[in-house]
């Protein structure tokens, strides 16, 4: 089944511990993007990428890390988290091209405390 | 810069229709998306319309007007599990070309 898997579903932290939240797509998808969604706000792009060991910073990227070293995995990192970073968190990919859009993981519900 | 404007709420009776709006200020474009997201869900993709004009799917069809920078989402003969988020999403006009901003979504809630 082609799908966009993010682990955990779940997690709830404390303030300043190193978290990875862990995103793979099994699609062959060059792009691949992280979001947060918060009431009020709607979904903010994070950093997403274009293809293997490239990647750009979206709208808020502030306080996080990713990396692609592989095209199908695409790893959030919260180096230092904080109170403020507790969100829903949704990895996404896409093939690109016009028409495609993304196909968005089940999301994460991260809790920094 | 990028900003998309949708409604918040709406409210509607089963078996009617709806007009989702959505407005949007960008520089450059690129293509537009309708998302649907029920609560605590993923996002899952409706439709997509890149040219002025009207696309049908079903139930669900999207209207694009670039010249005035809106489109809207019309959903027929409404069930109650169309109770939903709507969002609208625009993409980035960039070499990646596949980002896309999202407005804040409109939440829909279908009655009986």
């Known amino acids: 089944e082609a799908q966009v898997t993010q682990n955990p579903r779940y997690l709830i932290t404390v303030t300043g511990k190193k978290l990875t939240v862990t995103c793979s797509q099994n699609m062959n998808h060059e792009y691949m993007s992280w979001y947060r969604q918060d009431p009020g706000l709607g979904l903010r792009q994070i950093y997403y990428s274009m293809n293997v060991e490239v990647t750009d910073k979206g709208d808020v990227p502030e306080g996080y890390k990713v990396s692609r070293k592989e095209k199908r995995n695409f790893p959030l990192i919260l180096e230092s988290p904080s109170p403020n970073q507790t969100s829903l968190y949704f990895c996404?990919?896409?093939?690109?091209?016009?028409?495609?859009?993304?196909?968005f993981g089940s999301g994460t519900r991260l809790t920094v405390v | 810069g990028q900003n998309i404007d949708q409604p918040t709420e709406m409210t509607a009776t089963e078996g009617a229709i709806v007009q989702i709006n959505c407005t949007y200020q960008t520089s450059g474009f690129n293509g537009l998306f309708w998302y649907q997201q029920h609560a605590g869900e993923a996002p899952t993709f409706l439709s997509y319309n890149v040219l002025d004009g009207l696309e049908e799917k079903g139930r669900f069809s999207s209207f694009l007007s670039r010249s005035k920078g809106y489109s809207y989402l019309l959903l027929k003969e409404l069930q109650m599990k169309d109770s939903a988020s709507y969002l609208c999403a625009v993409r980035r006009p960039n070499s990646g070309n596949t980002p896309l901003v999202f407005g804040k979504g409109t939440r829909l809630s279908v009655i009986a």
């Open positions: 996404a990919s896409s093939r690109g091209g016009a028409g495609n859009g993304y196909t």
